[in-house]
């Protein structure tokens, strides 16, 4: 899976062969159909349809998905969702509570925020990363006092960095799922013992 920005310039660069494939990476990907057609809760219950266009690489025969950067992987709900319902409780409200303003299954929001919290070590590091990529004259992330306070102010500046560099108009979401590769909401990996 392959997370992209602007879909429309993707289809472009797919059609002219100049996305390396991420499986063999010397292979090109070239449009290979579409993934089947995904309908997405919005904001306040609103329906989003999307359709990612596959691709396969000459070299390996790997498939890979496009995926829009506003589209969590295997989920119902769009990242636009899940940051909001993320914010939301990180100024305070609950996850009944959010999950009534956003029209989602409380038990999905709870599980939103437990898992994001679990990587919110994880999410920092990615985003510092980032975002210093992208600016390596950044001033120091300064800690706010919780994981997942320093985790939002990273991706925070992550997404202005990428958005000061490389001036895309981008959602703020659109690029948090840049940043975290697709990841957010994906399981903790257990610390391996050595």
Known sequence: MLIVLDPAGAEGDLRASEICCP?????RLRPWGYARTRVLRGLRGARVS???????CRSCTATHVLLPAEVAPRRADTVEVVVTALLAHHAGSGYR???ADLHVPADTVRSWLRRIT?????LRQTATVWAYERDPMLPPILPTGSLLGDALQALGVAVSAHRRRLGFKAAPWQILTMVAGGRLLAPVQPALSG
């Not at 499986?23 to 292979?27: E, F, N, Q, V």
């Not at 679990?118 to 994880?122: K, P």
Request: glycine letters at 10%; charged letters at 30%; one cysteine or more.
């Open 23 to 27: 499986s063999c990476t010397s292979g």
């Open 50 to 56: 999307v359709r990612p266009r596959r691709a396969r």
């Open 97 to 99: 509570a959010i999950a």
């Open 118 to 122: 679990g990587r919110a070590e994880w």
